[in-house]
């Protein structure tokens, strides 16, 4: 008995799509890239309802129907999708885009924040380090052995710190595994 598929042991091309979104489910580039192919295909039934639309006739009724009830299925087809999506769209980009604006300025305006913060940032580290460098010379003229013995203490502490930063595991993620002390 072939079940109704010519024998060719091919499934039919709806329990192929479904058995295909059922193995990429917890995928989220894959969802992603359905969800993308879904309004693409959205896209292309609103053109071919213009199309009915704009040369409407009484005998055209129907492909006009057949037309609606394919988009109506392709957008619920389409939100399904989107729910296993879990893409966040911060609002500044929606007013932009509702401004009729550019979404790629809100990401050069964030880039540019960065950029000014992350120099804000390095400006303060290194006058923090040009603090340290002043105040370990003019420690070392007035208290030449004191500063001897921190700077030992230094040298065991980083290299005591490097030894158990070498020591700890990683997590695939790239994140380092904390042990517990004993």
């Given at each position: 008995m072939t079940g109704g598929n010519g024998g060719n042991g091919a499934l039919p091309a709806?329990?192929?799509?479904?058995?295909?979104?059922?193995?990429s489910a917890n995928d989220p580039k894959e969802n992603l890239n359905q969800?993308?192919?879904?309004?693409?295909k959205n896209l292309g039934l609103i053109h071919q309802l213009y199309l009915t639309v704009s040369s409407f006739s009484a005998a055209s009724?129907?492909?006009?129907?057949?037309?609606?009830?394919g988009l109506i299925t392709e957008l619920d087809n389409m939100d399904k999708l989107a729910e296993k999506c879990n893409i966040q769209v911060p609002m500044e980009v929606i007013n932009l885009i509702d401004?009729?604006?550019?979404?790629?300025e809100f990401t050069r305006d964030v880039i540019n924040s960065?950029?000014?913060?992350n120099q804000v940032t390095k400006g303060k580290t290194d006058g923090f380090k040009a603090l340290r460098k002043n105040l370990l010379e003019e420690l070392e003229q007035a208290f030449p052995d004191e500063v001897?013995?921190?700077?030992?203490?230094r040298a065991i502490s980083a290299a005591e710190s490097k030894r158990l930063a070498q020591a700890q595991s990683s997590l695939p993620n790239g994140d380092v595994k904390v042990k517990p002390e004993l």
């Open positions: 709806q329990a192929n799509d479904i058995a295909t979104a059922n193995a969800v993308i192919n879904s309004i693409q009724q129907a492909p006009l129907l057949q037309r609606l009830n401004d009729g604006k550019n979404p790629d960065c950029i000014a913060k001897e013995s921190y700077r030992e203490i």
